[in-house]
């Protein structure tokens, strides 16, 4: 297990556009969160899942965003009618206990 | 309104002398404190980590120090290595580490060779 792995990497949408990304958490590891991230900013928190259970979500996250952990493993995001505000570096990470380990990351560009 | 701030967006350090990142928050109920390290194009990268419970925790050159009363904490890194240049992202999350983390913006750090 090499560790979170998210697809693709990068992104290019065009405005209007329904665009999903794919987190794979590291396998034993019950806890996963989306972030998003814009220049010079920390990440912020959009949700996260126990298992197959999202237990949180954050404002931020309108009712274009929608997550899925189907079977409690990998999990999806997908934005609907994109807008350009959703440019960001889109982060997941899952955790089993102390600390969340984070993937590469999707960087998406609404155009 | 921002819950962990980290107020010097960037330091510059000198090649083995100490690098000292600051951070702040204000909400009372945060028990769990992490400091990340981040390259670019790359996600974050767990470093560090203090309970509420603890003052100081040291991990090789990375020792993390938390000032509850004053709702401050900072990472010391001694002696600063080239290698060190990242963001750093203070964060902090609830009564347990299975509770969402909220990140500050990040400090760069640029250690001079």
């Known amino acids: 297990d090499t560790g979170v792995s998210q697809n693709p990497r990068h992104k290019i949408t065009k405005r209007g556009q329904n665009v999903t990304f794919r987190c794979d958490p590291i396998s034993e590891h019950n806890r996963l969160y989306w972030y998003r991230q814009t220049l010079g900013q920390g990440p912020e928190f959009l949700t996260y899942?126990?298992?197959?259970?999202?237990?949180?979500k954050s404002r931020l996250l309108s009712d274009r965003f929608s997550a899925e952990r189907p079977k409690g493993s990998f999990s999806t995001l997908e934005i609907q009618r994109t807008e350009q505000g959703d440019s960001a570096m889109y982060l997941c990470?899952?955790?089993?206990?102390?600390?969340?380990?984070f993937g590469q990351g999707t960087r998406l560009t609404v155009v | 309104d921002q819950q962990v701030k980290q107020n010097s967006p960037s330091l510059s350090v000198q090649e083995g002398r100490i690098s000292i990142l600051n951070c702040d928050y204000t909400n009372s109920m945060f028990d769990y404190f992490l400091w990340y390290k981040k390259y670019p194009a790359e996600g974050p990268t767990f470093l560090i980590s203090?309970?509420?419970?603890?003052d100081k925790n040291e991990d090789g050159r990375f020792t993390v120090f938390l000032n509850k009363s004053a709702k401050h904490l900072s990472l010391h890194i001694v002696p600063s290595q080239p290698g060190d240049s990242a963001v750093y992202f203070c964060a902090a999350s609830g009564k347990t580490s299975y509770d969402k983390v909220i990140f500050g913006p990040g400090t760069s750090l640029s250690v001079i060779p």
């Open positions: 899942f126990q298992n197959e259970a999202q237990l949180e």
């Open positions: 990470a899952s955790s089993l206990g102390m600390g969340a380990f």
């Open positions: 203090i309970s509420s419970i603890k």
